[in-house]
């Protein structure tokens, strides 16, 4: 079964530096993968999702993520903080494209932002 | 842009009450899920529906759990005598297809005294 480990369940970051959130997953064939912001008390929004091709993903509100087979992860990236950005993020993966697939949820990283 | 809507935002039920959480997922969306996040954990797996059944179901969704399309645009999530520890943020999510990507509501943060 497919499953996503997050090892850092907290950073803090300066306003204005760069970031790079961990992901790895752990899934037999080609996997899925998304990344999800939460901020508090909100819901899950789509940051950006991989299935294949480019390697490199852009998604909202300025970040990237990076797919590497051969470290078997998805780390999630962005230049450069901004004071709105400090939530809840969660790398998740789903096992295959038919049917009803359901979402494995890492444990997620909160992002602090300093001033 | 189109959203799932999640009703009520809040509610505190007492223990062994029956709560009927609802969602409105996005009307051309096929599959729908309900999923919880207890305070400070990580969002769990509980159910996913497609085609008017279950399609797969996590081991936290026991018998005290069900859910419902009733109406092709309600879909409902049931919790027929609930215990202290099923306090939790509950969300609700649809979806066209994986690829397409999940689409989750706000949540109702479900409080049980």
């Known amino acids: 079964a497919q499953s996503v480990t997050q090892p850092d369940i907290h950073i803090t970051v300066s306003e204005g530096a760069s970031l790079e959130l961990r992901c790895n997953y752990s899934y037999g064939a080609t996997p899925y993968l998304f990344w999800y912001v939460q901020s508090p008390g909100q819901g899950l929004q789509l940051l950006l999702k991989?299935?294949?091709?480019?390697?490199l993903v852009q998604g909202i509100k300025g970040f990237e993520a990076e797919f590497k087979r051969s470290q078997s992860s998805f780390n999630l990236r962005k230049p450069s903080v901004h004071w709105s950005d400090a939530a809840e993020y969660f790398c998740?993966?789903?096992?295959?494209?038919?049917?009803?697939?359901?979402?494995?949820f890492g444990q997620g990283t909160r992002l602090t932002i300093n001033p | 842009e189109p959203e799932v809507t999640q009703t009520p935002s809040h509610q505190v039920t007492q223990m062994g009450q029956e709560v009927i959480l609802r969602c409105v997922p996005i009307s051309n969306h096929l599959y729908f899920y309900w999923y919880r996040q207890i305070l400070g954990q990580k969002v769990e797996f509980l159910v996913s529906?497609?085609?008017?059944?279950?399609?797969?179901k996590s081991e936290i969704f026991d018998d005290q759990f069900s859910v419902e399309r009733p109406d092709g645009s309600n879909f409902t999530l049931k919790i027929r005598s609930t215990k202290l520890e099923d306090s939790a943020m509950y969300f609700c999510a649809s979806s066209q297809g994986p690829t397409y990507g999940y689409t989750f509501g706000s949540g109702t943060r479900l409080t049980v005294v």
């Open positions: 529906f497609y085609n008017n059944e279950i399609s797969e």
């Open positions: 998740a993966v789903v096992g295959g494209i038919q049917g009803a697939q359901k979402l494995v």
């Open positions: 991989y299935f294949s091709g480019d390697t």
